[in-house]
């Protein structure tokens, strides 16, 4: 924990990214001279209305669906919470069944559990080792009053990316089966910039986006609903956002979030390219490591910038503080659940003992990141991981 860092490395986007500069000056304009109300009917209201419209246009071109079935939302959490809980209330009576996997991040979990706790019916579905789910599990599970499944894109502790279009293939096919509608909902927060994003080739109903994870602002996300999805609002209000989700509108958040959203996706396949040469830098270099270790990240279908290790016999957590101490900010798992000392739900329920899930340390790289940066962590590794060991023989 002595070494001389270059500089601060952030190597944990998985939680947060920093903000692109053309993102802020994208939005600017809307923090001051262009700050009227969307809603209102003036001409500097107009300009406000028109940032959103085309803001609405460039997320829908990306998504491949129409503007209308793009609603923007306050991130992540509530386009995830809004899936759920707006599809599970508006179809109550002719389907209580909802199936979901033990995976998914708490902003799904928690959201069904809520549902459970008021009558509805979930089935968590179980992941092998890698963090894949069934495809038979999930066919079997599928009855007939199932009306909504959500599984995640990609997961933001280990990065494994769920094959989706199986997924609604599946269930497509079941529904006819037993003559009714069932809806399929991912949240993509960690699959954008990385993967493509086409609802339709994805084959899904609805899709959670969030800004702050693809170099954009916090508390500014979308939730894509194709057209027809009967959804009951989960934010009363004006009626904004074509009365599905009231409240006057982030203008500057929208636009920030669109701009970085367009931005990210353009240059997935760099983004892509160069994360994937860091993170195979890095399994290289832990080689050479004497600590024993096991990586969770999955090789294949897997997102590139991603790499999940659990150190054998250490816990997360003063691994964490020694990198901190070297200008190496990383983290346990999943930012909302590293507060917290138990082991990381998703790790445990892909069958990793507890005692070694403990030991997980997340590292997400981005464009960034250098090589360099993958030498030093490597050292900083080595050199925490024998300083707690010192300490542990004490
Ligand atoms: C997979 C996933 N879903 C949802 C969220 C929540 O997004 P937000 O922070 O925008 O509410 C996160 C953020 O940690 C995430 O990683």
Redesign the pocket.
């Given at each position: 924990m002595t070494l001389d860092s270059p500089k601060e490395i952030y190597i944990d986007n998985?939680?947060t990214t920093s903000m692109r500069k053309e993102v802020l000056d994208a939005m600017i304009p809307y923090f001051s001279e262009n700050y009227g109300n969307p809603s209102s009917l003036y001409s500097i209201a107009q300009i406000a209305r028109d940032a959103v419209d085309e803001s609405r246009e460039n997320v829908s071109n990306i998504l491949n669906c129409r503007p209308s079935e793009i609603i923007f939302t306050s991130?992540?959490?509530?386009s995830?919470n809004m899936a759920i809980i707006g599809v599970a209330k508006a179809l109550k009576d002719t389907g209580n069944h909802l199936i979901t996997t033990k995976i998914e991040?708490h902003?799904v979990i928690h959201a069904m559990e809520e549902l459970e706790s008021t009558g509805y019916k979930v089935s968590y579905l179980n992941v092998d080792e890698e963090g894949f789910i069934n495809l038979e599990e999930l066919e079997s599970k599928i009855n007939s009053n199932t009306s909504l499944i959500s599984i995640?894109l990609a997961n933001?502790e280990t990065g494994t990316i769920q094959n989706l279009s199986e997924i609604s293939k599946i269930a497509k096919n079941k529904a006819k089966q037993f003559e009714r509608e069932i809806y399929i909902h991912t949240?993509a927060?960690?699959a954008a910039g990385k993967l493509d994003l086409d609802v339709k080739e994805l084959g899904v109903d609805m899709m959670?986006l969030?800004g702050?994870?693809i170099k954009g602002p916090k508390g500014v996300?979308c939730l894509y609903i194709k057209k027809g999805i009967p959804i009951a609002p989960i934010i009363l209000g004006g009626g904004q956002e074509r009365q599905r989700r009231s409240g006057t509108e982030n203008v500057p958040g929208i636009v920030g979030f669109s701009k970085a959203l367009v931005l990210a996706d353009n240059e997935k396949n760099t983004f892509n390219s160069h994360c994937k040469k860091l993170v195979e830098e890095l399994r290289l270099n832990l080689k050479n490591i004497k600590y024993e270790y096991d990586i969770v990240t999955p090789t294949k279908n897997s997102l590139s910038n991603i790499l999940n290790i659990c150190f054998k016999g250490f816990e997360g957590e003063p691994i964490l503080i020694g990198l901190d101490m070297d200008g190496i900010f990383a983290s346990s798992g999943?930012?909302?659940s590293s507060a917290s000392l138990e082991p990381s739900h998703v790790l445990i329920s892909m069958g990793i003992d507890p005692k070694l899930a403990i030991g997980s340390i997340r590292f997400s790289f981005s464009m960034e990141n250098t090589l360099d940066e993958i030498q030093f962590l490597t050292n900083s590794l080595e050199s925490v991981l024998s300083e707690l060991s010192l300490l542990a023989q004490r």
């Open positions: 998985a939680a991130g992540g959490t509530e995830d991040h902003a995640m933001n949240d927060v960690q959670s969030s702050h994870k996300g999943s930012a909302c």
